[in-house]
C-alpha cells in the first residue's frame, strides 16, 4: 500500500518542476512557517469531549456528531477545500484503503471543510467518495477546536496566480482554515486519538488511524 505521505512526495515534486518558481518558494515558505508554528496552544487533545455539533453534507442534509457515533466510534477528518490537491489526494486513500476497513470497528467516516454543501458536493463527485462530507461554514467547528490559522497574503496572491480564489467556494468568502486534522471520537464524544499537521501538506496516515481504532478502550 502506497503511503500517503510517498503520494504527497511525488505530488510536490510534479509541482516544482511544473509551477512558476516564484510560486513554488511562496508555498515552501508559508509551509516552513507553518510547521515552526507547530500545534496551536489549547488546540483539541485526547480526552476532551467534543462538543456537538449539527453541520449540512452535500446535500445539505443536517448530519449531528451524535449521529455519526449512534453505533460506533467516528473518524472525523477536516480538510482545507476541494482546491487543494494534497486534500484531495488524502481524501481519496481513505476511501480507497481506510473505509472498507472501518466496518470492524462499527467506525463511520466523515469529512470536513469551510466550503459549501455545493462545492462539497463537487468535490464528493470529483473524488468519488461515498463518506460524508459536511461543510462547516466559518471554520467555526474548527475554530472551536482550536485547529485553524490565517494563510499568508502572499500564499493567497500566489493561489490566485494560478486561479484559485479559496474565498469562492464559502458562504463567509473568508480565508481561515483548518489545519489537516484526523479525531477519532468515541460514542460519549470523548476524543480517542487527534493528529493535527500544521504544515498542510502534512497527512494522518490509514495505519495511524486503523493502530488507533483497534487500541480503542472496550
Not at 505530488?11 to 512557517?33: E, G, H, I, T
Not at 477528518?77 to 480507497?96: D, H
Not at 463511520?108 to 462530507?133: F, G
Not at 486561479?163 to 484526523?182: F, K, Q
Request: include cysteine; charge should be negative.
Amino acid at each position: 500500500m502506497t503511503t500517503i505521505a510517498e503520494q504527497v512526495n511525488d505530488m510536490k515534486a510534479a509541482a516544482a518542476s511544473r509551477l512558476p518558481a516564484q510560486v513554488v518558494a511562496v508555498f515552501a515558505s508559508d509551509q516552513a512557517a507553518l510547521a515552526a508554528g507547530g500545534i496551536p496552544t489549547g488546540a483539541v487533545a485526547v480526552g476532551d469531549k467534543l462538543a456537538a455539533f449539527a453541520l449540512p453534507d452535500a446535500t445539505g442534509r443536517t448530519r449531528t456528531l451524535d449521529e455519526l457515533t449512534a453505533n460506533g466510534p467516528a473518524v472525523i477528518v477536516f480538510y482545507r477545500g476541494g482546491w487543494c490537491p494534497y486534500c484531495n489526494l488524502t481524501l481519496r486513500t481513505y476511501e480507497r484503503d481506510l473505509l472498507p476497513q472501518l466496518g470492524a470497528y462499527s467506525a463511520r467516516l466523515v469529512a470536513i471543510s469551510p466550503e459549501t454543501p455545493d462545492a462539497s458536493l463537487s468535490t464528493q463527485e470529483r473524488a468519488e467518495l461515498t463518506y460524508a462530507v459536511l461543510s462547516d461554514t466559518g471554520a467555526k467547528v474548527a475554530d472551536a477546536l482550536g485547529i485553524t490559522f490565517d494563510p499568508s497574503e502572499e500564499g493567497l496572491e500566489a493561489q490566485r496566480t494560478l486561479g484559485v480564489d479559496i474565498r469562492t467556494t464559502r458562504a463567509d468568502a473568508g480565508t481561515r482554515l483548518p489545519m489537516p486534522t484526523v479525531l477519532i471520537v468515541d460514542t460519549d464524544h470523548t476524543v480517542r486519538f487527534v493528529d493535527i499537521h500544521p504544515d498542510y501538506t502534512g497527512r494522518t496516515e490509514v495505519s495511524d488511524i486503523l493502530t488507533a481504532l483497534r487500541t480503542l478502550p472496550g
